[in-house]
């Protein structure tokens, strides 16, 4: 059964429309509660509904990141608006720490070049997902960038290099994985860049050839989504952390082609839910994060240090430092939280998101953090001081278009606009009059 989250009325009382979680919109006589049509074109659940004030439109806007704008009368599709959705949910930098790749709801990976660091600036966006991307590596050498989501693929994008050998800021799609039956939440790249381990919803492991983009074995062993995976330091062994509370540890050579036997050296429970793991370069053999708890692994897999986020809050991502010492957390509130590793203190409190953030890394060299957030906000942070260096934000579509004055657009039209970028004005001080503006660039139709 349909759950219905969003209802609303006609101006004139005689219809009503509901959206649901199927993505359908159905409209209804209010007189006789005859069901008068169902609207096909959301993929995903429809959140928001608003008629025009002459009745004839109705404007639905859904989690896919579009609004339709629907003829209330014959129920045709009369126009799609493709908005640049705003939550950030995946990031990566680059083994030299030049480029940041974020992912997210729009469906596109955006490359970011840092080498400036008073201007960081987007260099390109790479559009080949048609879902939600929920994970971004990059290989150990920084050649590749492997990025999955909702779509259940895995693109391998190659950093296209000059004729002097030095990389560009510009990826190419190389090769697409196909073999997951749900959305993916995670990818890795073995130390020797030879090994892809991908895993999500579908609760197995997948290990890939990079070379070849053949399926080499699956893992079996978690009962629930997978969200994290983590190569240890020396490549011997893969641990996969997911939400049946479980870390899982694969001895990689166990594997063997010929034998129907599952690699698992261990598993152990924390109790709750595990988000991430990590294994450091340095320091902890394996970081991992459940709940508000983040706890600290020897060798052996004995906890040896154990602290809590603030107020118990809940930990979404984290980051450990090169050498160790040092690791990041993103709550469920809009705070990042610096801890010392040795004795589990909490060092600094970075405030400055208004949201709460997804996804945190650190550059190479410790000195920056990047931070990203469900507004679509990436912060970079001055590690040492914890002060917010530069705030980066992608433009939406119709960022700047000011359509004070324009007429010949319903409510819902100019409420998609503005939710898309563009900007209206107060009246004009002197005549209380509002300003009007000639548009231009958009064609023969708003």
């Known amino acids: 059964l349909p759950i219905f989250y969003s209802v609303v009325f006609s101006p004139d009382g005689r219809l009503l429309a509901s959206g649901s979680n199927s993505g359908n919109v159905r409209l209804w006589d209010v007189d006789t509660g005859e069901l008068l049509t169902v609207l096909h074109q959301h993929q995903q659940l429809v959140w928001l509904l608003a008629f025009s004030p002459d009745n004839r439109i109705l404007a639905t806007g859904s ?170 330091r020396d490549g011997r062994y893969l641990f996969s952390a997911g939400s049946d509370e479980t870390v899982c540890q694969w001895e990689l050579a166990a594997l063997n082609a010929y034998e129907c036997y599952e690699p698992m050296r261990r598993s152990f429970k924390l109790g709750k839910e595990v988000i991430t793991v990590h294994c450091p370069a340095r320091g902890p053999f394996l970081v991992a994060n459940a709940a508000h708890f983040i706890y600290l692994f020897d060798h052996e897999l004995q906890v040896v240090q154990r602290f809590h986020s603030p107020s118990k809050s809940w930990v979404w991502d984290m980051a450990v430092s090169a050498d160790g010492s040092l690791v990041a957390t993103t709550t469920n509130t809009p705070k990042l939280h610096l801890w010392e590793m040795q004795h589990g203190t909490l060092r600094q409190t970075l405030d400055g998101h208004s949201v709460e953030p997804l996804a945190v890394v650190l550059t190479p060299d410790d000195i920056t953090l990047c931070s990203a957030s469900v507004d679509g906000e990436i912060r970079l942070w001055d590690v040492a001081t914890g002060a917010c260096r530069r705030t980066l934000r992608l433009e939406k579509p119709y960022a700047g278009m000011n359509i004070t004055g324009v007429t010949g657009i319903t409510d819902a039209q100019r409420t998609a606009l503005k939710a898309l970028g563009a900007v209206e004005d107060d009246v004009e001080a002197d005549s209380g009059v509002p300003r009007t503006h000639q548009l231009r660039g958009n064609g023969d139709e708003l």
């Not at 799609?80 to 990976?109: C, F, K, M």
């Not at 939440?185 to 090994?195: Q, R, S």
């Not at 895993?199 to 997948?206: E, M, N, T, V």
């Not at 989504?225 to 240890?232: G, P, T, Y």
């Open 63 to 232: 989690s896919d990141q579009t609004i339709c704008l629907w003829d209330s009368t014959s129920g045709q599709l009369q126009r799609t608006l493709q908005g640049q959705p705003t939550e950030i949910s995946a990031l990566a930098i680059h083994p030299t720490g030049r480029w940041l790749a974020s992912g997210g709801a729009d469906r596109r990976v955006h490359l970011w070049d840092l080498s400036d660091a008073q201007q960081p600036r987007p260099q390109q966006s790479l559009t080949d997902h048609t879902g939600w991307i929920r994970a971004l590596a990059f290989e150990p050498q920084g050649h590749l960038l492997a990025s999955a989501g909702y779509d259940r693929m895995i693109h391998l994008w190659e950093m296209i290099v000059t004729p002097d050998s030095v990389p560009a800021n510009k990826m190419r799609l190389v090769r697409t994985l196909h073999g997951h039956d749900a959305p993916i939440e995670a990818v890795a790249f073995h130390p020797d860049a030879k090994l892809l381990a991908s895993a999500g919803w579908d609760k197995a492991i997948h290990l890939w050839d990079v070379e070849t983009g053949v399926l080499l074995h699956i893992l079996r062993g978690h009962e629930r989504v997978v969200w994290s995976l983590a190569f240890s």
